[in-house]
């Protein structure tokens, strides 16, 4: 099966910044559109921001646009979040999911592979 990989995630507090990276197990990127979603305890899992293949599009929820930034090289094959300004309704684990279909989906049902998430916690 293949998989995601998230690494990045740690504890912040308020107003403080983190990078969450999502690399492929064993396959490329290049063709996929990447969001993350994150889940916090007792909750759903919430859509945050997504990225096309060749990264021309990208979008994010209401709740962390204008502090978070989603980025890709696919050279690299790597897809990055970057978190800015994190408050405590940013804490939960971190999943990055790849979309055969490009399409921008904001449902986690549409998304093919997964990776095993990360946590981030922000705290005073």
């Known amino acids: 099966q293949l998989r995601l990989v998230e690494s990045g995630g740690g504890s912040v507090q308020p107003g403080g910044s983190l990078r969450l990276s999502c690399s492929p197990s064993?396959?490329?990127?290049?063709?996929?559109?990447i969001g993350w979603f994150r889940q916090a305890p007792g909750k759903g899992r919430e859509y945050v921001a997504v990225?096309?293949?060749?990264?021309?599009?990208?979008d994010y929820a209401d709740s962390v646009k204008g502090r978070f930034t989603i980025s890709r090289d696919n050279a690299k094959n790597t897809v990055d979040l970057q978190m800015s300004s994190l408050k405590p309704d940013d804490s939960g684990v971190y999943y990055c999911?790849?979309?055969?279909?490009?399409?921008?989906?904001?449902?986690?049902?549409?998304?093919?592979?997964w990776g095993q998430g990360t946590q981030v916690f922000v705290s005073s």
């Open positions: 990225i096309s293949s060749n990264g021309a599009l990208k």
């Open positions: 999911a790849a979309e055969w279909e490009d399409s921008g989906s904001l449902r986690a049902d549409d998304y093919d592979h």
């Open positions: 064993k396959f490329s990127l290049r063709n996929y559109g």
